[in-house]
């Protein structure tokens, strides 16, 4: 339906339409969260299929599959409230609509597609809609950005490949529930294994987690300010993060190989990442380095292989998406405002940014961990089956790790929202209202939720219970 949306939009190309394109992307991500939303609704064009086709064949939603397709739509739909208020240029902001659009419409097949090959071709999708938009602007970092994406994005593809061809010659199909009954009982170990690894190791590398982060940092902080939000938010995610948890759940199984590549990986860029953000200066790469640890906490519970690890990794996915798109959108805001990303060159903009500074808090403790807030609780849960699943020292690197996490975001909020304001930025007022309400709505979530979450544990609990119940047996 995206992809719909953008044929429409472009075959139609008047002016009038090319200046409401990026409010008919906002009403189609209202509608698409929505559907997802009310369970009567649901699905039913997959179940009953569309023009003669049986999509129920091709595409099938899970708990795994709708917990991504709610946060890519939420995280959309903020992308595109704030891009009205940070790309001026009428022809910009077109295009801008339509690539985010189609990354939207990557996002829903890559999440929903049950067959390997399928699955990479909807990588791709996302990766050059994604490449297009952190060059849009045209600038030097930007294409700089744009460029170490592309280049490590292609290797990570090229893995792909060849990790699809192995499972091909072995099992002789690329469907996710016949190649892995095949590969319970095939006798080719090594090039199994080999195949394994490859995909994993490209799907780190899609995520940006360490040692395949170079791209990150750079990605993000040079892309125009509401793509950072969208990339942040859920590109990387659910391109690496998601793909690593959908092979591993549902191709190739909890092997000890599996489980220790997870482990490790995951707990390397927690560490890192947070020491990391520790020294920079600049709030973007901050917030970059910050998603890289907190995607290794996403990892690290996938590692446990149980029941409640992969529940803390799908809930804590979706807090990250939600309060570092927040994060990001705050960020524009300064930047719009100030035209500064330097953190020692800002400060006292609280008093004139309250409500940035305000859901900036908001967003910061939660993914820090600081109760009620959601982030506490999927952090908790994901402590939680690290101990019981005999991980001890996992867990208390991920407890080290949070407070670490709240020191560096706490230094970021003093150094941007409190002590003296500099005399060049006495004049400095609050953001426009594009950037104001993705953030009072995502940060209503994060406490909502948070404040919710002991109602909802077991309404949370059953959502993904087909994925969880097949690990824990």
Known sequence: MPFLVVLVLNLVNTPGVRRAATGVGIAWTLVQLTWLLVPQTRFTALDSGILGIDFGSLFAVDGLSLVLLISASLVGLVTLISGLATVPDPKARFSFANLVLLILAGLNGLVMVRDLFSLYVYIEVVAVASFILISLDRDKLALEGAFKYLVLSASASMLMLLSIAAILLVSGSTSFVTVHSILQQVPHRGLVAAAMALFVVAAFIKGGLVPFHGWLPDAYSSAPLSVSV??????TKT??????????????????????????????????????????KDFRRMLAYSSISQMGYIIVALGCGTFYGLAGALFH???????????????AAVEQQTGSRDMTKLGGLASRMPVTGGTSVVALLSIAGIPP????????????????????????????????????????????????????????????????VPAVLLSAVAIA????????????????????NMVAH
């Open 230 to 235: 969208l990339l942040a938010g859920i590109v």
């Open 239 to 280: 391109a690496g993060v998601y793909t690593a948890m959908r092979i591993v759940t549902s191709v190739f199984g909890f092997t000890p190989m599996i489980r220790s590549l997870v482990l490790f990986i995951g707990t390397v860029s927690i560490i890192f990442g947070a020491l990391a953000a520790l020294n920079q």
């Open 317 to 331: 996915l979706f807090n990250h998406a939600v309060s570092k798109s927040q994060l990001f959108v705050n960020a």
């Open 373 to 436: 807030l959601a982030g506490f609780w999927s952090k908790l849960v994901i402590i939680i089956a690290l101990w019981q699943s005999g991980h001890h020292n996992y867990a208390l690197i991920a407890v080290v790790a949070s407070t670490i996490t709240l020191g560096y975001f706490l230094l970021l909020q003093r150094r941007m929202f409190f002590g003296k304001t500099p005399p060049e930025l006495e004049g400095i007022r609050e953001a426009r209202t594009g950037l104001l």
């Open 449 to 468: 939720l948070g404040i919710a979450f002991p109602v909802a544990i077991n309404w949370f609990v059953r959502l993904p219970s087909d994925i969880l």
